[in-house]
């Protein structure tokens, strides 16, 4: 019989490694960034503040994908699927936003 | 030569399953395929709204009558029943049922406390006068924030599905595509939250 | 990874994790067997003819407008004279129909369902019950769509790509054909969706012992790219059509620029999602015509994995095209530079693809049996579509075209191979696979060389008017001074849709007598090497009585040395009678 090729990269070491993630500790530090997120909220500068609020927001995204979602132990290929995605919103958002602007005015943040 | 000497002489060592050990089983790569193109819908919502944002400079008077307590309640309850579902999930594959059940149940439970919140927030502003149909920025709270409480009602549906049939071992498999399902409607949520509560106050 | 490596603990893992619904008991029953199905051949079967079925439909339609167009006004037959509101409706429902229950379903929905499976050698789809949900919401967007027809106002009339502010405000007053158009569309992509869940996963986890994904028939790598665009382009036209359901029902102001909205904003939503699922359309085509061309040559496949990456270089690709279909629709004229030239880089990809099917020809055993006709002049047919899209892409010349029957002649050049010619070639192909009976080969020659005469006659005409400077979306030609000397060319036109329904009836007997005539006992007829030709025709519940191994890539035509001029994909090298390596 053929060696049958492994068609998109390395094993699942998710069902190998039997050691969780402490779920509550990373829950506690999502509430922590929620808690930053709202003082955030009171910088007057809206165009600093903005920023970090949607750094922060990134942050706690990617805690919940990583962790929650288990995307930290998925193969390459998966997270190519969820970048793609993001990317052909991106494409979308880049590509509207100069025809939005151009036309109607910015109003700055 | 007729067609059937192509018949490979193969006995019938081959089981029907497992065929080949599949880098992610199938029921996890369906469900992230589908994630993918949810990815674009709640993108494509998200997009829009920045960038009619972006000329719209008179909604920062408007968007600041959202409730910024209720939704900052409502992420935390949201969070905090992701971290109920992992549970659930973690529970699943150790195979313990009544421990899933439980954990199920309590993350449908945040759901549910979820959309009751929702709710009163939702005739607090219409009793306000912000209706749909005031102005755009409205329009696209409401279509944004109700797309995203359709798919929590999606989810208790599914999770109240999974409940029932826990009673056969076979179905703790599906907690783990249901999980994925919550934590993403929790991360679009994550999203929402600063978007329409937080730097519009 | 054969199975000798399996890791016990593994294994546990996997029989607990893997799609143990796919285990599923033959049914027993009509109902079971037929109606509600979780076969994939069934559903293919389901999605066939209720694709056909809807094809009739969208052709009535043409009808219609063909007739109002060269003899405005006149009795027809079958139909009550239409007035313009009514006009409006056909034309705008001769397209959703078209694209969205015509090509989808048939190109997609049957011949990706019927075929994925048996291609990589699996005995059903990985989520048989997903599939079986896909074609029920399917089926219940075709009610819906169809049920627009009779509600008050009548169908949606703002055309097929329903831009507001036509679609939001001028008929809201009769705004439920509109609702329902949304609700169909709505319908019609989850159930592609919930296909398309299938359709990735299915290959990628599936695939009979030894295939590689490079193993893959050139079909299966289509659906799975296509499948792909679609989900990822999908998403944003769901947002939009949201918006747009809000706008209608709750008098919200998105797309109306009296309330702060942007109605071009939908057209930008409307074209990410709209040119790709061009190309959603194209692919499935494309992998038709890729199986069939070796066969009828009896040659390898030229270029096999340059074809795989340039269909996914080009959906890529495909994703950062939209505005070009925009291009005089008021957006900024600084951004027509940009996509003009990511539209004409987008003929590279293509290009590729098309030459390394007319290098497979090239040198080659050419027979011309019914499929490879289709084949070939689904080439032929489609490079004039891709050639005049050339006018369409670039702004310049664009801006002249834009809006004509030009237009209108071009994508019918584009989607008329994309969806007949590779519909028929892959029946005539497939179908003793499908129902274990030869289609007749002389019926099949008529109806290729009428429908070859008369789509021709039927489409050369609109080129010609739109550079002439004829506007589409016209209800009476004879109302515009201007228009009235190519009155002639709209009745060739006109004579030429009547040519292309009468030369349908051959087709329409022959799947009668397919479906009904004497059974086949041969399951390869036309020497092919891929595996769906190992089951029995029509293949049972399951498949395969073996689930077979793969050995080999899917074209080994004319090898020398081995025992006949083909070696499939399931025999193992002894048996080949060739010593490899």
């Known amino acids: 019989m053929h060696a049958q090729q492994q068609s998109l990269g390395t094993s699942n070491p998710e069902h190998v490694d039997p050691v969780h993630p402490n779920?509550?500790?990373?829950?506690?530090?999502?509430?922590?960034?929620?808690?930053?997120?709202?003082?955030?909220?009171?910088?007057?500068?809206?165009?600093?503040?903005?920023?970090?609020?949607?750094?922060?927001?990134?942050?706690?995204?990617?805690?919940?994908?990583?962790?929650?979602?288990?995307?930290?132990?998925?193969?390459?290929?998966?997270?190519?699927?969820?970048?793609?995605?993001?990317?052909?919103?991106?494409a979308l958002f880049f590509g509207v936003l100069p025809d939005v602007v151009w036309r109607n005015g910015w109003s700055g943040r | 030569?007729?067609?059937?000497?192509?018949?490979?002489?193969?006995?019938?060592?081959?089981?029907?399953?497992?065929?080949?050990?599949?880098?992610?089983?199938?029921?996890?790569?369906?469900?992230?395929?589908?994630?993918?193109?949810?990815?674009?819908?709640?993108?494509?919502?998200?997009?829009?709204?920045?960038?009619?944002?972006?000329?719209?400079?008179?909604?920062?008077?408007e968007s600041a009558h959202t409730l910024l307590s209720i939704g900052t309640i409502n992420t935390v309850v949201l969070l905090t029943s992701s971290l109920t579902m992992v549970l659930a999930h973690e529970a699943a594959e150790a195979k313990e049922r009544a421990r899933t059940r439980r954990f199920l149940l309590l993350t449908a439970g945040l759901g549910l406390l979820f959309l009751c919140l929702k709710a009163f927030e939702y005739s607090h502003e219409i009793a306000g006068g912000h209706t749909p149909k005031v102005s755009v920025f409205w329009s696209f709270y409401f279509a944004m924030t109700g797309l995203h409480a359709l798919h929590i009602v999606g989810g208790l549906v599914l999770m109240l599905y999974a409940t029932?049939?826990?009673?056969?071992?076979?179905?703790?498999?599906?907690?783990?595509?249901?999980?994925?399902?919550?934590?993403?409607?929790?991360?679009?949520?994550i999203i929402l939250f600063p978007l329409m509560y937080v730097t519009t106050h | 990874m054969s199975t000798t490596t399996l890791q016990p603990e593994?294994?546990?893992?996997?029989?607990?994790?893997?799609?143990?619904?796919?285990?599923?008991?033959?049914?027993?029953?009509?109902?079971?067997?037929?109606?509600?199905?979780?076969?994939?051949?069934?559903?293919?079967?389901?999605?066939?003819?209720?694709?056909?079925?809807?094809?009739?439909?969208?052709?009535?339609?043409?009808?219609?407008?063909?007739?109002?167009?060269?003899?405005?006004?006149?009795?027809?037959?079958?139909?009550?004279?239409?007035?313009?509101?009514?006009?409006?409706?056909?034309?705008?429902?001769?397209?959703?129909?078209?694209?969205?229950?015509?090509?989808?379903?048939?190109?997609?929905?049957?011949?990706?369902?019927?075929?994925?499976?048996?291609?990589?050698?699996?005995?059903?789809?990985?989520?048989?019950?997903?599939?079986?949900?896909?074609?029920?919401?399917?089926?219940?967007?075709?009610?819906?769509?169809?049920?627009?027809f009779f509600v008050p106002g009548g169908a949606a009339a703002g055309g097929w790509t329903s831009y507001p502010t036509l679609s939001v405000q001028v008929i809201s007053s009769n705004h439920w054909g509109q609702v329902f158009w949304i609700l169909a569309v709505a319908l019609e992509f989850v159930s592609i969706l919930m296909g398309g869940i299938n359709y990735i996963t299915t290959p990628l986890n599936m695939r009979a012992p030894g295939m590689k994904l490079f193993d893959l028939p050139v079909f299966v790598w289509m659906q799975m790219t296509a499948t792909g665009l679609f989900m990822m382009s999908v998403g944003p036209l769901i947002a939009g059509a949201v918006l747009m359901l809000c706008d209608i029902l709750f008098q919200t102001g998105v797309y109306m620029p009296e309330k702060g909205g942007d109605p071009l904003l939908y057209q930008h939503l409307f074209w990410f999602f709209g040119h790709p699922e061009v190309y959603v359309v194209l692919l499935p085509t494309?992998?038709?015509?890729?199986?069939?061309?070796?066969?009828?040559?009896?040659?390898?496949?030229?270029?096999?994995?340059?074809?795989?990456?340039?269909?996914?270089a080009a959906g890529l690709l495909s994703i950062v095209v939209w505005a070009h279909h925009q291009f005089v629709s008021g957006m900024d004229p600084r951004l027509a530079a940009p996509f003009s030239i990511t539209t004409i880089i987008i003929s590279v990809p293509f290009s590729i693809v098309i030459f390394s099917m007319i290098a497979t020809l090239w040198g080659a055993a050419l027979t011309f049996p019914t499929p490879m006709l289709w084949a070939v002049g689904m080439l032929a047919e489609f490079l004039i579509g891709g050639t005049t899209g050339i006018h369409n892409g670039s702004a310049a010349s664009d801006i002249y075209v834009h809006d004509t029957y030009y237009v209108v002649g071009h994508f019918h050049y584009t989607l008329f191979p994309a969806v007949f010619y590779g519909m028929f070639c892959g029946l005539y192909y497939w179908w003793p696979k499908m129902f274990g009976r030869k289609l007749n080969e002389t019926l099949g020659k008529i109806h290729f060389w009428g429908t070859t005469v008369f789509f021709n006659m039927t489409f050369i005409p609109m080129l010609l008017m739109?550079?002439?400077?004829?506007?589409?979306?016209?209800?009476?030609?004879?109302?515009?001074?201007?228009?009235?000397?190519?009155?002639?060319?709209?009745?060739?036109?006109?004579?030429?849709?009547?040519?292309?329904?009468?030369?349908?009836?051959?087709?329409?007997?022959?799947?009668?007598?397919?479906?009904?005539?004497?059974?086949?006992?041969?399951?390869?007829?036309?020497?092919?090497?891929?595996?769906?030709?190992?089951?029995?025709?029509?293949?049972?519940?399951?498949?395969?009585?073996?689930?077979?191994?793969?050995?080999?890539?899917p074209y080994e035509y004319s090898k020398p040395g081995a025992a006949e001029d083909f070696i499939p994909q399931w025999l193992p090298e002894e048996t080949a009678g060739i010593a490899r390596k």
């Open chain 3, 10 to 148: 593994l294994l546990g893992e996997l029989n607990e994790l893997e799609p143990s619904e796919h285990g599923h008991a033959a049914p027993t029953g009509f109902i079971g067997k037929y109606v509600f199905s979780c076969d994939h051949k069934v559903i293919a079967m389901q999605y066939l003819f209720t694709g056909l079925f809807m094809a009739m439909a969208g052709g009535f339609l043409a009808y219609v407008i063909r007739h109002q167009l060269a003899f405005p006004g006149t009795k027809m037959l079958f139909h009550p004279i239409v007035n313009a509101r009514q006009y409006n409706a056909i034309s705008t429902m001769h397209g959703t129909i078209m694209i969205f229950w015509v090509a989808m379903p048939i190109l997609i929905g049957a011949f990706g369902n019927f075929l994925i499976p048996l291609m990589i050698g699996a005995d059903d789809m990985a989520f048989p019950r997903l599939n079986m949900l896909s074609y029920w919401t399917f089926l219940v967007s075709t009610i819906v769509l169809l049920a627009s």
């Open chain 2, 1 to 61: 030569m007729s067609s059937l000497t192509h018949l490979h002489p193969l006995s019938a060592s081959v089981s029907r399953s497992p065929r080949r050990i599949p880098v992610i089983p199938a029921t996890r790569l369906g469900m992230w395929i589908f994630l993918a193109s949810e990815v674009g819908t709640f993108g494509g919502l998200i997009a829009t709204y920045v960038m009619m944002r972006m000329w719209h400079h008179e909604w920062l008077h």
């Open chain 1, 23 to 90: 779920y509550v500790a990373i829950w506690v530090i999502l509430l922590v960034l929620l808690g930053v997120s709202l003082l955030l909220g009171r910088i007057p500068n809206a165009a600093v503040g903005g920023t970090l609020i949607f750094g922060v927001a990134a942050v706690k995204i990617a805690i919940v994908m990583r962790y929650f979602m288990h995307m930290k132990f998925e193969p390459w290929l998966l997270v190519a699927l969820m970048v793609a995605a993001l990317l052909c919103v991106l």
């Open chain 3, 466 to 553: 739109g550079i002439a400077g004829h506007q589409r979306r016209v209800f009476d030609p004879r109302s515009f001074g201007y228009l009235k000397d190519m009155g002639t060319l709209h009745v060739i036109a006109t004579y030429g849709l009547y040519g292309l329904w009468i030369y349908q009836i051959p087709f329409i007997i022959n799947v009668f007598c397919g479906l009904f005539g004497k059974r086949m006992t041969d399951r390869n007829p036309w020497r092919a090497s891929t595996m769906e030709w190992l089951a029995p025709s029509p293949p049972g519940h399951g498949n395969f009585e073996v689930l077979p191994e793969c050995y080999r890539g």
């Open chain 3, 286 to 312: 494309l992998g038709i015509i890729g199986e069939v061309i070796p066969v009828f040559s009896r040659k390898h496949l030229f270029g096999y994995k340059p074809i795989v990456f340039s269909t996914i």
């Open chain 2, 164 to 189: 029932l049939g826990l009673r056969h071992d076979c179905v703790l498999r599906r907690v783990a595509p249901i999980g994925l399902y919550w934590h993403f409607v929790d991360v679009v949520w």
